[in-house]
């Protein structure tokens, strides 16, 4: 007989709310967010700029905490934790994707990938060149690992840091518009492959942005506007 017990979400986040300054220059950046994340999902936050939509992944990642609500993280609540434990955290269960790169100019694609698996602590010497190897032959750009950030196209550095989010095998990946400094095409490169490594993977995505591509393709599309959710394709 089939189990009745729902799996737990990856992500839970309860009456969220955010505010910055106080007084006449108190600014509601998030009110009354609920939202439910389940474990492999690809899912789209969309919303013009000033939306809401960065302090929403800060806040759901655990890199700021709301000024009410509670938020939930793989069954942990990140209220209740202090810096160090955050850290820790996002370190083991979280990738992070950026608009512009995030590439450290002067080191090599591989060693973009390989030196935070070191500093991090989480894997040997070893096994961290063996990871970085992998994923980023797993982006389909092992053969240019020793070239710099400037020496590669816009999509290629994308590449590496796709890799760089991917090779601590986080459970949870957060992109803030990962396609928004590339061409329509690259862009579209860069959605198949997220997409691809969510189905083969079953990590989680959590990917804010303002294109239409992955409005259009992604599973679930959730829409912000002026701090409040206003839409979710899954409702």
Wanted: proline fraction near 3%; aromatic fraction near 6%.
């Amino acid at each position: 007989m089939a189990s009745s017990i729902k799996a737990l979400p990856a992500i839970l986040l309860i009456d969220i709310f955010k505010s910055y300054g106080v007084g006449d220059n108190k600014v509601d950046a998030l009110r009354n967010i609920n939202l439910e994340i389940n474990k492999g999902e690809f899912l789209a936050l969309c919303g013009p700029s000033g939306s809401g939509k960065s302090t929403l992944l800060n806040i759901l990642s655990g890199i700021d905490k709301p000024t009410a609500g509670s938020t939930l993280f793989l069954d942990k609540a990140l209220n209740d934790l202090n810096e160090n434990q955050l850290s820790i955290i996002r370190s083991k269960h979280l990738g992070f994707i950026f608009q512009f790169f995030n590439l450290i100019p002067v080191l090599s694609a591989f060693d973009n990938v390989c030196y935070p698996l070191i500093l991090n602590g989480n894997y040997t010497k070893k096994t961290a060149k063996e990871q970085a190897l992998h994923y980023l032959d797993s982006v389909g750009i092992s053969t240019l690992r020793d070239r710099k950030p400037g020496q590669l196209s816009g999509g290629q550095q994308q590449r590496v840091a796709i890799a760089r989010a991917l090779a601590n095998n986080p459970q949870v990946v957060v992109a803030d518009e990962p396609t928004g400094n590339l061409d329509l095409a690259t862009g579209e490169a860069i959605l198949d492959l997220l997409m691809k490594i969510n189905q083969d993977t079953g990590t989680t995505f959590i990917i804010s942005t303002h294109s239409t591509q992955l409005k259009d393709r992604a599973r679930r599309v959730i829409e912000i506007e002026d701090g409040e959710l206003v839409r979710d394709s899954a409702k």
